[in-house]
C-alpha cells in the first residue's frame, strides 16, 4: 500500500484535474474488441426496427402535447424497463400547446383548384370561414425580406424556394430558413398569411409541415403546400393575372402543456456518475407517424443500450438514453435537460443524438478536447468497416436536443446519416415504418453501440465542463 | 382517258374487295421520308407539354361527370379549334353520375390510428355517422374468393394483394382485378364494407382510387388505402387481436349525365371518309389533375395532329383525334364511339389510343390483317430511331377506349408506353404535371405523327371491317 504524506496529497489532488485535462484519452485494446464485437452483434439485431415497428403501430402520430403525447411516453417507459435499463424515469419539460384541428385552401383565381397544404406549428388560425386574398410570389426568401410592404400588407405571401437532396442535407438550410423565418417577415409586413413552397425535396402532393418562429411577432396564418401544388400556384402567377387563394386554417396556441423527457441508464460500474448520452426525440409531427422523425433515433439508442446490457458486466461508465419531449417546436426536450444538468455536465463526458432518420451513417464528426481526438479516432477505426469515415476537419454538435446540452459544455460527436432521401419525407404523412430500410438501421445501431461503449470504457474524459463549448473549444 | 366496257367495270367492281383484300398494303417511299421529318420536328415542338399543363393549370381535375367535365371539354374545343383543325365535334355519351363527397376512415382498436383512404368509383356510402366493423384480411382476392361467406359476413373484408413495377406495368392486373372485382364478391358474401391495398406500385401516403364493378350485386362501401396505411392495417391483423374500424364514406349515384366525346379532324386530301384515329381520354381522377392520366394522351394525339396540319399538303386520308369522355368509370367514351361509328368501321382504318402515361414508347405491337403487316413493320422502321422496337408476337388492341372500337373491328397499333412508374402515380394525388419529363412526352408525340401520317398515307388498308376484330383475325 503506497502512503503519503499530506503535503504530497495536497499537491497531487490541485495538480490533477489539470493533469487528466492534458493527458491524452485513451481506449484500451480489450475494449476495442468488445466493441467490434458488439458492432458485428449489432448488425444482426432487429431490437432497434420492432421498436419503431411497435411505436409507429401502437401509437402512431406523436405531436408534442397532442393526444397520443402521454401515450408514446407510456409506451417507452414501458419498452425501457422490458430492455433491462437499471433505472428509467422522467423529467419534465413545459411548452406551448399547439393545435391543428383543420386546415384547407383552394385557388379561387383566375382558375379554381383545390390546393393540399398543411398549417405550420405555432401558425395562427384564419378568422372563421377563413380569409380571401390576393397572392404575391417571391422566389427566395432574400427577394421577400427585400419587398416593400406596401407590396404584400393585406396579402398572401407566397416563398418557393427549393431544396435539392443532397448526402448531407444542406439544402435544408434553404427550405428550413424559409418555414421558420418567413412568417414572422410577412407578419411585420402585414401580410394576411403565408405559404411556402414545403421544404422537401420530393415532387409528392403531400406537404410538409414543420414549426415557424413568431418570436416577437404577431402570429398569422402560415402554411406549406406540397411541391405539385407550389408548381400548381406558380404557374398561375407566372401567368401574370391577380391569384386569389381561399384559406382556411383552424389552429393555434392553446395555453401550456407539461410532457416529458424519458430517460433510462445503465449504471456504470465503476464511474457510475459520469455518462454518455444518447437519444432521439419522442415527439413527431401529426400526418404520419414519426417513424424516421424520430422514433428511429430513440430506436437506435436503446437498441444499442440493450446490446450493451446484454454484456457480462456494465461499462465503466453509465450509458444513458434520453427520449427527448418536444424537439420539433423547438428543442423543448433538450433544452430542459441542458437546463436540469447544466451544473453536472462534466459528467455527461460525451453524447449524440439520432436525428436524421435511418439511412446508413457514413461520417463521424466530433466536438471534444484535442487530447481526446485520438480517442475519436480509436473509435472510428471500430467504425470504419460499416462504411463510416471521421472527418476531424468538421465539428459534430452531437445533433437537435443534444446540440442545447452541447452548447452548455458537453463534448459532442455526430454520426451523420445519409440524408439524400430524408427530405423526400420528412415532416410529411410519408413519415412512416416503411422508409426504414431494417439493414440500413441494424447498421446505425451498430454505430452507435461502439460509440457508446467505448466513450464509457475511454481513460479520461472528452472535454465536457460547464460553459458554453463554443467559446471554450472553438 | 382510259375508257372501260361496261362489262369490264362490273368485273371490276366486283372483284376490287378482294383484289385489295388480298394486296400487300404499303408505304411509299417519300411518304417514309416525310415522316421520318415530321418524327424529327416532333422532337422539338412542346404543343403537347403546353396542353398538359394548360388543362392541369386551367381547369385542373376531370372526373367524369364531375364540375370540370365540361369546362375540360370547353377547354379542349377551344384548344383543337386553336390548333387548326379542319372540324371540331362532340359526340354525346351518357353514363351513371358518381359522386365523391367525402371520405374518412380510422383504426378503432386494438390501436386507434388514422387511416388515408379514396372511396372508389360507384362505391355506396356508408349509413349517415359511418360504420364500426371488425377487419377480415386476405392477401390476395383468391384467398377472399375462397373465404367462407360465413367468416365475412357484416365485417369489413381487406385485400392486400401486392403490385411490383414493371415495363410493360403487368402487376396493375392483380390490383386492378382486386379493385374492380372485390367489392362485388364482398357484397355477395355479405360483407359490410371492402377495403384494399391501393392498385399502386409506390409508398406514399396516397390512394390510389379507381372504379369497382357492381353489376349483379348491391353497392357496398368500398375504398382504397394507401400503401403505408395497408402496411399498418396488415401489421395489426397480423398482431392476432381483432381490427375494428370505423368507415365513413360520403359517396354514391346520382342519376345520369350526358358529356361527350370531344372530336377532331384533319380533312384527307383523297379518301377524306377514310381515316386514321388516336386520343386520350379528357375525364380523371379527382385527387390529381389528370397529367398522366390522361391529359397526356390527348396531348400526344393534338400535338401530332398539330405537326402534320402544317404539312403543305393533308395527308390521303383524314387524321381524327378523339378526346374521350369517361374512360375511368368504365369505357363509356369508347363504346360510345364503336356503337356511334361500327357500321362505317372499315373507314377507321387504323387507331391507337395513349393512355398508360407519358413515359417513353419502348414497343409497338399491331392486331392488323396479315397482308398490313408489312406496313407495320415500315412504321415500325421510321420509329426504331426513337427507340421503339416492333413486336410482331403479340396483338395492338389500341388502348383503353379504342379497344372497344377495335372490338367492333378497327385494325389498331399500340405504342406502349415505359410503364414502371407509371402505377407510383396512377389515379392518386400525385398525377400531376411535374410527373411529365417534356423530352419523353416528346418522343411520344414523335412515335405518333410517324404512325399517323403513315397510316393515313399508306396504300391499301389494315384489316377493319365491320364484325368482331378478335372472331376475324385473331
Redesign the interface.
Known amino acids: 500500500m503506497l502512503r503519503l504524506r499530506p503535503l504530497a496529497i495536497a499537491l497531487l489532488l490541485s495538480s490533477a484535474p489539470a493533469i487528466a485535462a492534458n493527458k491524452p484519452t485513451s481506449i484500451a485494446a480489450a475494449d476495442l474488441e468488445t466493441a467490434a464485437h458488439l458492432r458485428d452483434q449489432a448488425l444482426h439485431d432487429d431490437t432497434a426496427y420492432d421498436f419503431v ?1 411497435g411505436i ?6 406523436r405531436l408534442a402535447a397532442g393526444p397520443n403525447d402521454a401515450k408514446g411516453r407510456e409506451w417507452t417507459i414501458a419498452k425501457f424497463h422490458a430492455f433491462g435499463f437499471d433505472k428509467v424515469w422522467t423529467e419534465p419539460v413545459t411548452y406551448p400547446k399547439w393545435v391543428r384541428r383543420s386546415e384547407h385552401g383552394e385557388i379561387l383565381a ?5 390546393l ?1 397544404l398543411a398549417a405550420l406549428g405555432y401558425s395562427a388560425g384564419t378568422p372563421a370561414g377563413g380569409l380571401d386574398a390576393e397572392v404575391v410570389g417571391f422566389p427566395t426568401l432574400d427577394a421577400f425580406k427585400a419587398a416593400d410592404p406596401a407590396s404584400v400588407r393585406g396579402k398572401i405571401v407566397y416563398v418557393g424556394a427549393r431544396m435539392h437532396a443532397h448526402r448531407d442535407g444542406r439544402d435544408y438550410g434553404i427550405g428550413s430558413a424559409v418555414r421558420t423565418g418567413g412568417p414572422a417577415i410577412a407578419s411585420h409586413k402585414g401580410a394576411a398569411a403565408f405559404l411556402l413552397r414545403s421544404a422537401g425535396t420530393d ?4 406537404p410538409h409541415t414543420g414549426v415557424t418562429d413568431f418570436t416577437g411577432a404577431t402570429p398569422i396564418p402560415a402554411a406549406a403546400l406540397s ?2 401544388d407550389a ?2 400556384l406558380e ?2 402567377l407566372a ?1 401574370g393575372k391577380p391569384v386569389t387563394i381561399h384559406l382556411a386554417l383552424d389552429c393555434g396556441v392553446e395555453g401550456e402543456y407539461t410532457g416529458a423527457n424519458v430517460i433510462a441508464e445503465l449504471r456504470g460500474s465503476k464511474k457510475p456518475d459520469e455518462y454518455f448520452v444518447m437519444g432521439g426525440h419522442l415527439d413527431s409531427w401529426d ?3 414519426g417513424a424516421i422523425d424520430d422514433a428511429a433515433g430513440v430506436a437506435i439508442a436503446a437498441g444499442a443500450a440493450k446490446l450493451i446490457a446484454g454484456l457480462p458486466k456494465r461499462p465503466a461508465r453509465s450509458i444513458r438514453v434520453v427520449a427527448f419531449a418536444n424537439e420539433e417546436s423547438g428543442l423543448f426536450g433538450g433544452k430542459a435537460y441542458a437546463q436540469a444538468h447544466k451544473a453536472e455536465i462534466a459528467k455527461a463526458v460525451l453524447g449524440s443524438e439520432s436525428d436524421a432518420g435511418a439511412d446508413r451513417i457514413w461520417k463521424i464528426t466530433a466536438s471534444v478536447k484535442p487530447q481526446a481526438r485520438d480517442a475519436v479516432a480509436q473509435i472510428a477505426a471500430v467504425l470504419q468497416p460499416l462504411g463510416i469515415e471521421y472527418d476531424a476537419s468538421e465539428p459534430g454538435n452531437g445533433g437537435s436536443d443534444l446540440s442545447a446540452v452541447h452548447a452548455v459544455g458537453m463534448a459532442a460527436v455526430s454520426l451523420h446519416q445519409d440524408a439524400t432521401r430524408y427530405f423526400d419525407w420528412h415532416h ?3 413519415d ?4 426504414i430500410d431494417p439493414e440500413q438501421l441494424r447498421q446505425n445501431v451498430a454505430a452507435y453501440v461502439v460509440t457508446a461503449y467505448l466513450a464509457a470504457q475511454a481513460e479520461g474524459d472528452f472535454g465536457s465542463k460547464p460553459g458554453a463549448w463554443a467559446n471554450e473549444h472553438e
Chains 1, 2 share one sequence.
Not at 409507429?56 to 402520430?61: D, F, I
Not at 383566375?110 to 383545390?114: C, D, G, R
Not at 415532387?203 to 403531400?206: C, E, P, Y
Not at 412512416?432 to 422508409?435: F, G, I, N, P, Y
Request: hydrophobic share 30%; no cysteine; charged share 20%.
Open positions: 415497428a409507429t403501430t401502437e401509437v402512431g402520430p383566375p382558375h379554381a383548384q383545390p393540399v415532387d409528392n402532393r403531400l411541391s405539385p408548381d400548381l404557374r398561375m401567368a400526418p404520419g407517424t410529411s404523412a410519408n412512416t415504418l416503411d422508409k
